[in-house]
């Protein structure tokens, strides 16, 4: 059963309507082959799309204090969530996805939380943009293979940004986190992880970087990290970690880096620079 037709309908009409449907709240329920979704809302909205079946693809569009969660069970589904607004949340989750599942979230505005779960998926990419201070965004790939995941934030002042990656139990992975302002936090796990990379940037000061590739080989650990009074620390120790790289640079003063290595055949290389 599909009932894509009959849920977009009736939200392209309420939509129609005018400004006396503010605050309004669509559901989308789909079960079946082919579907796709789209929900656009402009107000204080609430937007539900569950998928469960075949090439599935759901967009949703809002512009206000607006929360948005996604659904996506099998095969090979796209979500794309884009909010503008303050105090906004969203949250997609694709679980058993045999194609390639993509899924971007990008919010605009203050105090806003996104999260994406991409579990036992292949060449899956997860992408979250960020503007503004106090935000957190999480990506968790759990035994995923040759998969993306990148977030970008911007605007942490006094208040700042939280970032978190998350790609135990893969092979293959790659993790980038950009953050822009003060007192900003980065978190890379690849635990138990084979040929991964991650990969770190921060301007700015008072910032934290960390990055955990314990009982993994042949990751390679990228940080940069550009102002005044940051930390970074990899860790590369553990059981069955050999032929790790670790790389970081520092530019500023008051900065402070630490790499923790075990096994063999592993590179620590630590650049940093008092301006």
Do not use: P
């Amino acid at each position: 059963m599909n009932r894509t037709c009959a849920s977009a309908f009736v939200i392209a009409f309420i939509l129609g309507s005018g400004h006396a449907f503010a605050g309004n709240t669509a559901t989308i329920d789909q079960d079946g082959d082919r579907n796709q979704a789209t929900v656009t809302q402009s107000g204080k909205n609430t937007a539900t799309v569950l998928q469960n079946g075949s090439d599935n693809d759901a967009t949703i569009a809002q512009s206000g204090k607006n929360t948005a969660t996604v659904h996506q069970n099998g095969l090979g589904g796209a979500a794309t969530v884009d909010q503008d607004g303050s105090g906004n949340e969203a949250t997609i989750l694709q679980d058993g996805m045999t194609g390639h599942s993509t899924a971007s979230i990008e919010q605009d505005g203050w105090n806003n939380a996104a999260t994406i779960n991409q579990v036992a998926v292949e060449a899956a990419h997860a992408d979250i943009e960020q503007h503004g201070y106090n935000h957190e965004a999480d990506i968790t790939q759990f035994a995923t293979e040759n998969s993306n995941a990148r977030i970008v934030q911007s605007g942490g002042s006094w208040q700042g940004n939280s970032a978190s990656i998350d790609q135990d139990n893969a092979i293959s992975a790659v993790a980038e986190i950009e953050q822009k302002g003060s007192r900003n936090e980065a978190d890379i796990d690849q635990r138990a992880s084979a040929r991964s990379s991650a990969e770190l940037y921060q301007w700015g000061t008072n910032n934290a970087a960390n990055v955990m590739q314990q009982f993994g080989d042949s990751n390679t650990a990228t940080g940069t990290q550009i102002g005044h009074g940051n930390t970074m620390v990899v860790n590369q120790a553990g059981i069955n970690s050999f032929g790790n790289t670790a790389d970081g640079t520092q530019l500023g003063h008051d900065n402070t880096m630490t790499v923790n290595q075990t096994g063999a055949h592993n590179q620590a290389t630590v650049h940093q620079t008092n301006w």
